[in-house]
């Protein structure tokens, strides 16, 4: 099984800030890595898939970088509507979601 | 647009069955190059994928789950389903239903709270 790591599990930050997030896979995925935003409450959203391309209507401040094991997802200038939990998804054998990083207003 | 509802009780007995479906529309479940997946997310954690349902009918399953998980599908009713059998309360969680295109869940229900309880 692949297993996805996400760091950190919370992060603190304010609006305007620069944020990144970190996932990495047990063995190589190669691009085969999507990033879900989810809300209290809600479904999770898709934001970005194979690593790096954007989802349509995803605000341009949400980019992912990446390749193999080790990707990230930035969000340029944090926004209000940005507070929330994200999740990394390999797609590279089966599925299987990192476990989460809570980013919550400094 | 593809709309996605899950539907089943939302309180089963341990060591019992849960079964959900997951009714689809705004398009036909069976055409496509989609998978049919079911997601769950116990309380304040994590998602789990449980298992997956292709258009031509073959299944793949979260091997963790496998013992216990059979996901089908109605076609005529545009459905698709999850029993997982023998519940206990680490079953307890938000299931979730969506569509997978080239391994991107690009459409979710709206998710529907089972818990395993006495």
């Known amino acids: 099984d692949i297993q996805m790591t996400q760091s950190p599990s919370t992060l603190s930050a304010s609006v305007g800030d620069r944020v990144t997030i970190t996932c990495r896979a047990s063995?190589?995925?190669?691009?085969?890595l999507a990033w879900y935003q989810q809300k209290p409450g809600k479904a999770p959203k898709l934001l970005i898939y194979k690593a790096s391309s954007l989802e349509s209507g995803v605000p341009s401040r949400f980019s992912g970088s990446g390749s193999g094991t080790e990707f990230t997802l930035t969000i340029s200038s944090l926004q209000p509507d940005d507070f929330a939990t994200y999740y990394c998804?390999?797609?590279?054998?089966?599925?299987?979601f990192g476990q989460g990083t809570k980013v919550e207003i400094k | 647009q593809v709309q996605l509802q899950e539907s089943g009780p939302g309180l089963v007995k341990p060591s019992q069955t849960l079964s959900l479906t997951c009714t689809v529309s705004?398009?036909?479940?069976?055409?496509?190059?989609?998978?049919w997946s079911w997601i769950r997310q116990p309380a304040g954690k994590g998602l789990e994928w449980i298992g997956r349902l292709y258009t031509s009918g073959s299944t793949n399953y979260n091997p963790s789950l496998k013992s216990r998980v059979t996901i089908s599908v109605d076609t005529s009713k545009n459905q698709f389903s999850l029993q997982l059998s023998s519940v206990t309360a680490a079953d307890t969680a938000v299931y979730y239903c969506?569509?997978?295109?080239?391994?991107?869940?690009?459409?979710w229900g709206q998710g529907t709270l089972v818990t395993v309880s006495s």
């Open positions: 705004g398009g036909s479940i069976s055409s496509g190059s989609y998978y």
């Open positions: 063995q190589s995925i190669n691009s085969w």
């Open positions: 969506a569509r997978v295109g080239g391994g991107i869940l690009n459409y």
């Open positions: 998804q390999q797609y590279n054998s089966y599925w299987t």
